[in-house]
């Protein structure tokens, strides 16, 4: 089971490293509408990531609380918006389409600006990945196998397009390919040692599960509002990227559920 748990955690690597492959295919960095489209869809599945895999099994795992079950998710909501915030202003780094970067000033380059803004917002989908893992390989009833397996396709799913996302703009800057294709692969490596330490900490994990879900879902949802819902909707034909959060919402649904 544990070995099971381990491979399936590398799924959502696999999925940024496919996407970041893309600059050795494509001759130019990506339109403005298919990147609305991508920003949109990935918005989407952390959306439904967020409220079926993380918030609701939140507060079932503290059903015993009764009225009070929602204490622990909403604590854990705020402890993760905050948390991000708190990134926000601590780590240097530049976000797509954004001439000013944010976080304290550096002279670090606009590249290396670049896979900190992406990386930054892998932190809380890796995560997402460890926790619900290490609720499932403790016994959490709430928590299936494949319930586990679902989030961890939708996050591989939703990363395919940030791989994309973080490289081709990589190469537009002028870097070479390779180098541009492992700076989206790296932008991605977060969310695997997230994983994997969430995992191996799961004795510590359990007790705090609802605390823990919920915070994921928080620093996810901070992620969608502050950065990926203003870059799907910049610029003409802003609809695109509404069509596409609502796509990638709902194969996040449909996957959770159908799996769940």
């Excluded at 339109?31 to 939140?58: C, E, H, K, Y």
């Excluded at 708190?86 to 944010?102: F, K, R, T, V, Y």
């Excluded at 290490?134 to 940030?162: D, K, R, V, W």
Aim: glycine share 12%.
């Amino acid at each position: 089971m544990i070995q099971d748990a381990f491979w399936e955690i590398l799924i959502p690597f696999l999925g940024t490293s496919l996407g970041a492959g893309c600059v050795f295919f494509l001759k130019n960095s990506l339109r403005d509408g298919i990147q609305r489209a991508l920003t949109g869809f990935a918005a989407g599945v952390m959306v439904a990531a967020s409220v079926w895999s993380l918030l609701i099994p939140a507060m079932e795992q503290a059903a015993d609380l009764g009225r009070l079950a929602f204490f622990p998710a909403a604590v854990g909501f705020w402890l993760g918006i905050l948390f991000l915030l708190l990134l926000d202003h601590l780590i240097p780094h530049l976000h797509q389409n954004s001439l000013q970067a944010e976080g304290p000033k550096s002279q670090l380059q606009r590249t290396t600006m670049m896979v900190l803004a992406v990386t930054l917002h892998n932190i809380p989908e890796g995560m997402a990945v460890g926790v619900v893992y290490a609720g499932y390989l403790a016994g959490t009833a709430q928590i299936t196998a494949a319930g586990a397996l679902a989030l961890s396709l939708g996050i591989a799913i939703q990363n395919f397009p940030e791989g994309a996302i973080i490289s081709m703009p990589l190469r537009a800057e002028g870097m070479k390919k390779g180098r541009a294709f492992w700076g989206g692969v790296l932008s991605g490596i977060v969310e695997l040692i997230g994983a994997v330490l969430t995992i191996l900490a799961a004795g510590i994990v359990v007790p705090a599960l609802p605390y823990l879900l919920s915070f994921a879902a928080g620093a996810m949802l901070y992620v969608v509002v502050e950065e990926l819902i203003p870059e799907m909707s910049q610029g003409q034909h802003s609809n695109v990227g509404t069509v596409f959060f609502a796509v990638g919402f709902s194969v996040m649904m449909v996957l959770d559920v159908a799996l769940g």
